[in-house]
């Protein structure tokens, strides 16, 4: 397989070159070769050789699956769209959601491994890339894959890739940490080289064998960012020289911190315990600083062979120890404590501060964080975190809250999509806004955070307000004209203080709403004029223009604060009245509704109505059809057809009373008005299938 992934590669590269000129296959070589020192299996060695096949040959996903099987495909597959975020998300300003991002697509974690060893070959060969790429890639690196690479636990390819980051982004001060850091040597040197031989020397002595010590010296990047996290001079720092213990077994580490604190003075509150309490990552280690042999501040790393391994290997440890038994030694003595040294890897919960963590370790290493939440972008590259479900909407509140509220349509990665689209990692989304959008009826189902939930009941409520405002002020003005009277002309500060009301607006409002009478209104402000206007004056239309209520045009929106009547389905064309129903608003019916009966004791709810000039109408209605036709084959695909061809949109259809011979069909059907109602029904009329048609009421 390795062979076969080998010859593939350099076959599909051809002859394309890196930037340094060398033969483009020899990277994924080199990845691999990275990849092999942590002893991975064979589909992740396979994926290294592979994994910039296709994103830069003409090699397909369905190809690698073909060739090499479903699982490389996936992993493959993974470490491409990692390739494609990097082109996307230049502004590393939200890096801590960006790794969360990374995660959360990587779910198995070998694609996080190939990626990260695809980096670090990526920063060893930096140099040839043009300086002005060479920063934002370095800071990339520094704020998103070493972090990474910690959350995993691999501290080695961590360290690496922070080191070579800082030496393009600030290469003054890595040089500075690197000149004191050899006077250091210099002053210190042969002490530092005792410090081995005398800590082995004690703990032989405390009868600890097999202990094994070795020193190292920080690096330039940790010294750098310890400078800047303590704010302390160089001279401050007491760790810039570290020893690592190893000991065969977890017991020997807590005997021979025994015997170092009992040989050297430990440091007040440098001592900490990650055995007992390992990190999030399954770190392990016992860690505190002594004042060493020479006076010299030392921190000491008490460890196991396997504690040690995983500490810089991390998740890919996994590999490297899971064919051996981890219960007994080789004398078959337990060890361990008789516990897998890499047990807490089933424990990689969740990534915090500094990008540690993980979920649970699982078979193949799957990694299934942040399945519970969705990363997706705006255009600008921007990235934006909802809840797994998260749809348009709660994008658009996600980014501002004036962009829910104009939310007229969105983009999905280019392409018009419906608002209920559940997003995807990864997705670019789009807000197309409009001057001003009306709630949706159904927006409980296209959304599903609080924020935006809570934001759209906020702008329904605002915008409701304002309705029945306009609506009562209209109404009002309607039923003072037939007084003889202007409202302009009229002061309403006694009928606040009647009917104890705060202002004008809310008085409005509440004649909106149906919750005092207009008439009322009237009355006290010309009780001897209304007085003299008989019941049926009062349904009489009006001729001022001023005064009368405009539907569908005007600024009232129907379904908020004026509603048509589901008995009579009212079309513009149609003649109409208006009901005033306490806090429901405006409810517009025919002329001719058998509903309007209802109300023909209360003279105050009634009020004229006129539709819309045609040429201001803003939006269409809903005629309800019924169409008796004959049975027969492709007679439905016919009256579909002459409806679509006469301009209307069906909204719904349903068949009923279906025989052996006929059968009825009801449909919905979006119109301009009466008359083009009309003019579809005398289209059905025209085929020779359709026996009758009429307009439902009702």
């Known amino acids: 397989m390795l062979n076969k992934a080998y010859v593939y590669a350099m076959k599909m590269h051809g002859s ?4 340094s000129g060398d033969p483009y296959f020899g990277h994924p070589i080199q990845v691999a070769g990275i990849l092999t020192d942590y002893r991975l299996d064979t589909a992740t060695i396979v994926t290294a050789l592979l994994h910039d096949v296709v994103e830069d040959t003409s090699a397909t996903r369905d190809d690698i699956a073909a060739l090499f099987g479903e699982e490389i495909a996936v992993l493959v597959e993974g470490v491409t769209k990692l390739s494609r975020l990097e082109l996307q998300a230049e502004h590393t300003r939200q890096a801590e959601n960006l790794r969360k991002f990374i995660l959360a697509i990587s779910r198995d974690v070998r694609v996080l491994l190939v990626k990260l060893a695809d980096r670090l070959h990526n920063m060893r060969t930096l140099q040839y890339v043009k300086p002005e790429k060479r920063e934002r890639i370095s800071r990339e690196t520094l704020e998103v894959y070493a972090p990474l690479g910690r959350s995993i636990g691999i501290h080695s390819i961590a360290s690496e890739l922070e080191e070579l980051a800082f030496e393009h982004i600030n290469p003054t001060a890595r040089t500075a940490i690197e000149r004191r850091l050899e006077a250091l040597k210099l002053e210190h040197g042969r002490a530092i080289e005792g410090v081995s031989t005398e800590v082995e020397r004690v703990l032989s002595e405390a009868g600890i064998a097999g202990a094994r010590v070795f020193g190292r010296q920080k690096t330039p990047y940790s010294i750098w960012r310890k400078l800047q996290r303590k704010t302390v001079g160089f001279s401050s720092l007491s760790d810039i020289y570290g020893f690592r213990v190893i000991v065969p077994f977890e017991d020997d580490c807590y005997r021979a911190l025994g015997v170092i604190h009992r040989a050297w003075p430990m440091v007040p509150e440098r001592f900490k315990d990650f055995i007992s309490t ?31 391994r995983v500490a810089e290997d991390g998740v890919a440890a996994h590999w490297a120890y899971k064919n051996k038994s981890y219960g007994f030694d080789k004398e078959g003595m337990q060890a361990e404590g008789g516990r897998d040294p890499l047990q807490n890897l089933r424990h990689l919960v969740q990534v915090i501060e500094h990008g540690e963590g993980g979920e649970d370790w699982v078979e193949h290493a799957k990694l299934e964080m942040y399945l519970d939440q969705v990363f997706v972008f705006t255009p600008k ?3 934006i975190t909802l809840p797994r ?15 829910g509220d104009t939310a007229a349509g969105v983009k999905i990665n280019g392409e018009l999509k419906p608002m209920r689209t559940p997003l995807q990692n990864g997705d670019v989304v789009e807000i197309i806004r409009g001057a001003k959008r009306e709630a949706p009826t159904d927006w409980r189902s296209l959304t599903v955070t609080g924020r935006a939930r809570s934001a759209i009941r906020r702008h329904i409520r605002g915008a409701e307000r304002e309705e029945f405002l306009r609506l009562g002020r209209a109404t009002l003005e309607q039923t003072i004209a037939k007084a003889g009277k202007s409202i302009d002309d009229v002061s309403l500060k006694p009928v606040l203080e009647v009917l104890a009301v705060a202002n004008e607006a809310d008085l409005f409002e509440a004649i909106g709403r149906g919750r005092i009478s207009p008439v009322k209104v009237a009355e006290t402000l010309f009780p001897a004029l209304m007085g003299k206007i008989k019941p049926a004056q009062q349904r009489k239309p009006i001729q001022d223009a001023r005064a009368r209520l405009f539907v569908r045009g005007g600024g009232l929106t129907p379904g908020v604060s004026v509603h048509f009547g589901q008995c009579c389905t009212p079309l513009p064309g149609d003649r109409i009245v208006g009901i005033l129903e306490k806090d429901k608003g405006l409810t517009v019916h025919t002329i001719d509704c058998q509903k309007l ?3 023909a004791d209360d003279d105050s709810v009634w009020q004229d109505l006129q539709w819309t000039p045609q040429a201001e109408q803003s939006a269409v209605g809903v005629a309800r059809l019924r169409a008796t036709v004959r049975n027969g084959v492709g007679v439905l695909g016919q009256v579909t057809t002459l409806i679509g061809e006469a301009g209307g949109n069906i909204r719904n259809l349903s068949l009923t009373h279906r025989q052996q011979d006929f059968f009825d069909l009801n449909f919905d059907v979006e119109v301009e008005d009466a008359k083009h109602a009309t003019m579809i029904m005398a289209a059905l009329r025209t085929n020779p299938s359709v026996d009758t048609v009429e307009r439902v009421r009702g």
């Open 16 to 19: 394309q070159l890196r930037a």
């Open 381 to 383: 590259g921007r990235l």
């Open 278 to 308: 390992p990190k999030s990552n399954n770190y392990r280690s016992l860690h505190t600083t002594v004042v060493g042999p020479g006076g010299l501040r030392i921190e000491m790393q008490i460890r196991t062979e396997a504690m040690d």
């Open 389 to 403: 479900g998260g749809m348009a909407l709660d994008f658009a509140y996600a980014v501002h809250t004036e962009v």
């Open 597 to 599: 009966a209802e109300f």
